[in-house]
Each structure stands twice: as C-alpha cells, then as structure tokens.
C-alpha cells in the first residue's frame, strides 16, 4: 500500500468534499444556478483577499493573473519596478519584457526578504514608474516578504502596489485594502483548497484609475472587460465552472475556520516544520521563511532527488527540489491549504527515517518532538 | 423531481466516469505520473484533431486558444482576414484589434456558410494578409462552414488558416491536416466531453514559420513557449492538471468509439434533431446546419424565453437562445459530446409537449416520429 500525501507549495490538498463538487453533473455557466454560485464565491473571495475592492475571477493559472496584472496597468514603453528575490519574481520581469514594458529590476539575494528601504530608495530613483510588482510568498525561495512594509512605501507614491499572493494569500496574513495592495493576484490551487485552473485579481479604485487610462493590448485578460462582467456576476469568456462550484465549497470551509484562524494554523505549521528541520541538523534556507511552506538545504554529501524520491516511494509523500539556480540544492515541503498540524509531524517522522536510511545520522524523534514542542507551546521559535 | 438535462451546445454533458477523475485526490503536476498523462492526451488530441502537428494544452477557455492563435500568427500592423459570419467569428475580429492587428472582416450573413470563392477573392485584394481566420462551427448561428473547401482556397497562398473549431472539432468531420488547417483551436468542454478550463491548438510547420519569425506581445499564451515544453510532454505553467487527466478518460472513450463514428453518431443525431424541428412546422436558422447543434426561428407570436424556462421547469432541459442581433429569435439545441440519439428524440418530445403547452398547434408526436424515421433511415434529410 502506497497512500499519497501531498506536501507540496502547490497544488496542495483538495478536501474531499471539495474533490466531490467537481463531480457533479455539468450545469450551464449562464445560468441562474451558475450566477447563484459566482455571486457567492465573490464575497468569500473578498474575505480571503482582504477586500472591498472588486475581485475578478479569471480560468487560467496564476501567471495569466500575474500576466493580467501587468498588461492592463503599465501601457506599452511604461516603466515597472519589480522586486526580484526569486524565480517566481522574476516571471514578472519575464512578463514585462514580452509586452516592451521597461522593467527595473530591484534585486535582493534569493531567500532574503526585499527591503522596504530599497524599495523607497528604487521609487525615488524612479518616479516615473507606473508600478511596483512584488511577492507575498515567494515560492521557490519560501520567503515571506515584508507586504505591509512595502505597501506603506508605495502607497505614498503615484505608483501602484502589484503584489503576488498565488501562494500567499490564504497561508498567511495579507490584507490587501489595509496594506496598500492595488492588484493582488491568487491561485486556486495554493491555501484556497482546489485543483489548478483559476486565478483571482483583486484591484483598486487606484488602480483603476490607470487601466481605465488606456487600452491594453489583451483580449481574454483584459480586466475591464471582467470587471464588467463580474457586476452581472458573470465572466467575458466560458469559465471554469465547475472549478468555481468547488471554490464555493472551499471557501465555506475557509468561512466556517475564519481567515484568522487559517493564518494562525499556517504559522504554527510554519514554525513546527522549521523546529522540525532544524532539530535534524538541517539549515533552512530562508531567512524569513513563508507560513506555507518550508525550504531546507539538502546536507553535503546528499543528493535532493534521493531524498525525495524516498519520501515518495516509502511513504507516497510528494516533496519539491529547487528551481533555476537552487536546483539540487534545497528541498520544499509545503504545508498550506487543506493541511493541518499532524501532517506535518507527519512529513517529519517520514523525513526522519528516510534520512536515516540514506545514512545521515540523526536522533530518531528529534524532529517529531520538536514540532511537537512548538505545538504545545513549550519552545520559542528561532529561525535562522 | 427534476431530472437535469444539458442541451447545450457547450457545456455539454460528461460521462459519469470522466466526471469521477476530478474527485480523484490531486497530484503533483511535474510529477513522473502526471507526464504519462500528458503523454497519452498528446497522442489522443491528434487523433481528434486529425493531425501529426504539435498539439499544445492550454489552461483557459477557448478564446485564450484564440487569441493565442491571433498573436503568435500575426504581428503588430500586420493584416488579416476574419470570415465573419456570427458572434463567435466577429470575435476574431475583436482579438485582432486589442493587438493593433489591421482585421479586413469578409462579412457572411449570420446563418448563411461561408463562400469559399469569396476568400479567394479576399486573399487576392490581401495578398499581404499573414492569415485567414474561420470558424468550423459557428455556434452563434448554428452554422457549420465549409472548412475543407475554403482550406484549399488558402493553402494556395502564403497565408495560414486558423480555424476555431471549439464547438465543431469532435461534433463534425475536421481533418486539420488533409484539409490545410494550420492553426486549430478547441474547447475541452464541447464534444470533447469534459468541463470548461482547458483549450488546444494545434500548430503545422508553415504556421511555425510565422510564429518562429517574431517575439509576439504575450507571455501565458506564448505558443513557443508551450511548444519547448510539449516536447517534454509538460507545461510552461501550472496547468489545470486534474481536467488533464479527465481529459485521458474522455480520450479513451473517443479512442474506444472511433473518430469517424463519433462524426457519424453527430450527423445522425443533427438529422434528427432537423426533422424533428421541421415536422412542428418550425423553421430551421442555418442555411447549413452545424452538427453539434441545431438553431431554430422562434415561431411568431412566441417568447423564446417563455419556450426555454418550461423546458427546464418541466422536464430539466437547459438549452440556448440566441446571442447578439439573434437575441430572442432564436432557440439554439445542443447535442454534441456525451449525448445520444435517444437523448435528441426525448428533447424533442419535451419540446412539443412544452410548445403544446404555450398553446402552439401540433401533432402530438410528430418531432419524434420524424426523428424517428430518419434514425432509422427511411426518411431523407431535407436541410431549408
């Protein structure tokens, strides 16, 4: 027997109720039902994000919210600041390149978080920027960065906020209207608990502003044509439909736990899992680890790929390496969504004894009992 | 009770067992299982599309298929020639001008096919249009274009043919390499029997030339992109994976089926459903039905509304009426995908019961026998 455990930064768990609404025979998506459904799921979408803002709901995967993000708020020829501490963030200097739009690049070194400071300073330097794109959680690093921090830097300015939560928002706290979030981009398939193929983009009145200004070269992620539909409660193109059925169960589950609860859930994963880590004698990576998952380097003398393929085989546990220049070199563990704390003891009991099977020396418990002393509170946290 | 009935040309129903996949736990998208279901989808998007040509998957709707096909084609102040002969074809139309792509529209009447010496004519005023864009089945009218013809035509000259074929690939024969299509785009929740949220495009070498020629101004769309990826039997960007795998049983039962006999299984029930209509003393929209749906006049003195809200009170049948300058005329009914013989011959006993209901004079029974008789081949199809 091989039972399959996913502890990945995405896609993470889907509750089984959740999985059940997508088996439901298909409705039409125009009507009343369908409508019924998005008219729902907008309010809880907006208690997720944070927001009285407008929230468009988009079928594509986070990049075509990032891609949304950028392409209807800086014209052609237009300045962004992106704030690159990662793989994920430096999609958004990827995205930016593709449409002629002049990208400066803030860089912070990968698994630090960005500095408001450099922010304030790239801001002054450049005041003709349209916007600042930044990240929540940065995946690939599993960096939480300091939104609010930023938030308060930009919003002192013209330019707007663009921040990435795809696998942020949900695992920990964001609250887009009160930190200053113009355009706040979520995926499914990340803390809100459903397989991939929607994203979410919250924008504001701010925001607006400049999409309104100008006619963006974009037909299907055009937001003002979203936004037109969304007051009807209704999408410009076919949706996902039945994916936005099982939002809605996803996100009475998220209502039922509350956002604040779901966020402390998430820290106290977070810091179980490092407890975890470290008390195997394993260096996190990041210095200011994200709540939704946990990045450790791979031990000298191991190979990632032995280690989580070990995970897979013996205990079906599905783990990440790195990506770009980390490859090899630090392992993921996701704990976000429709994960709770014994999961994660659970992910380390098995990171525990495939470890030792590999050879590496470790003291069998450590990292179970760690966990299990921040749980109950015994242990202050000491990140790195 | 009300037994729910989709008869829509898209949504269209999905087999219980595809339906099920999505209630399966989820997995991880990059991992060694989820290849081995892109690998098999691969193989049986070809065999749909009738193509050995890259087929690439992309995690949005159709009109995401499009405008990928519009912006990867063409570039910016390029020329190109939109068959324009309903809704869904005007929105070719639509794409190219959110890109500042010069659209030389070759206007049909709605409802009436396409003159494929009329694209010939065009092609010779436009000898610099990069592509003809069409449409397989226009689901807006009802309307199926005479695509292997007006293919010819194009693959005379040095423009491409781009074919939305989203409600019309899998309901009716479309040959994309014997018949010169070099760009197909299709919709996974048309006869492809799954839910919304997945597009395919298949792309030939002489499309690969234009497309390999320029940087286009997109990114989630990139078909290159897609294609670099493909080859590894992956994704640029996280796909809607669990559709992915509905889409490996959909496919199994296409495969199980046969092409030519769902193409077959689709005529006769479009037969059917045309005498049925035909019998009541209705009139019949299309000039050249589609064969994934069939669009009738709504008779005088009648609201298409008033037809449409008592098929789905009484007897739970959801069907379409029609969009843009059609609103209120007409009443479109799908049976494409998942849906039999059976299933159009008890939709048109539905229909006569409802419009004898509304007080509309008819024998009862005569859609059915009608139906009937040319399901069992003793009546010949006689179109307007």
Redesign the interface.
Known sequence: MRK?R?M?P?????PEDV??E??????????AEAKQVITEVAAGLKEVLQTQNDVMIL??????AM?AAVVNTVP?GGKAIILNAGHFAARWG??CK???ISAVMVDTEWGQPVDPARVAEALKQHPDAVAVFGTLSETSTGTGHPVEAIGKVVAATPALFVVDGISGVGAMECRADAWGIDVLCV?S?KALML???LAFVSVSPKAWAKIDAF????????LKAARKKMKEFDT????????ILALRAALRRIKDEGMENIWLRHKRMSEACQAGVQALGLELFSAQPAEGLTAFRVPDGFKDTDIRNRLVDKFGI?T?GGQGKLKGQIIRIGHMGYTDEIDVVAGLAALEMVLSDLGFEIEPGCAVTAAQQVLIGQKAVSPR
């Open positions: 399959p996913l990945t995405g896609p993470a768990p889907v999985l059940l997508l088996a439901r025979p298909v409705i039409h998506h125009r009507s079928t594509a995967s986070g990049t075509g891609e052609p990827d995205i593709a449409y002629g995926g398939q397989p991939p193929g006619d963006a070269h974009t037909f299907y992620f055009s410009p193109f076919t949706p996902a439909h039945t994916l599905t990440v």
